[in-house]
């Protein structure tokens, strides 16, 4: 048994060190991009406006990036769920960069937990930014 996990102990330790990275980088940039984003972003879940102006290759482009940044972000929240991280809060960012049928309604589903709100207003208080408001808070 012993020379099972000394086999694969260099496998352990990339293992730790990514798990510690994701940490100590979930508890940085996550907060950074709650703190961006506008006090009415979750009023306007339904109201999103393709920006018609913009050149059709530079708009697939961004499309693109846009959704492989939200792939990594979805896949490193799950895997948050079971390692140290903020996973629930960058599902959500994840989400929200990803393009797929039933998106908006995934993301009003997540939007509605209480305690999604609670943590959501807990970073933008603690980076002095209005806190959000919500679709169904009236």
Known sequence: MNTLF?????????????????FFLSLLIIPWIICRLPSDFFRHLRDHKKKEDQHPLMMIL????????GAILLLAGILMLFLPGQGILTIILGIGLLDFPGK????????RRHSVHTGLNWIRDKGGKPRFSFDHED
């Open 62 to 69: 961004l499309r693109l990036l846009r959704n492989f940044l």
């Open 104 to 111: 908006r309604r995934a993301k009003e589903a997540f939007v």
């Open 6 to 22: 000394s086999e694969y102990r260099p496998i352990f330790k990339v293992l730790g060190l990514i798990s510690t990275l994701t």
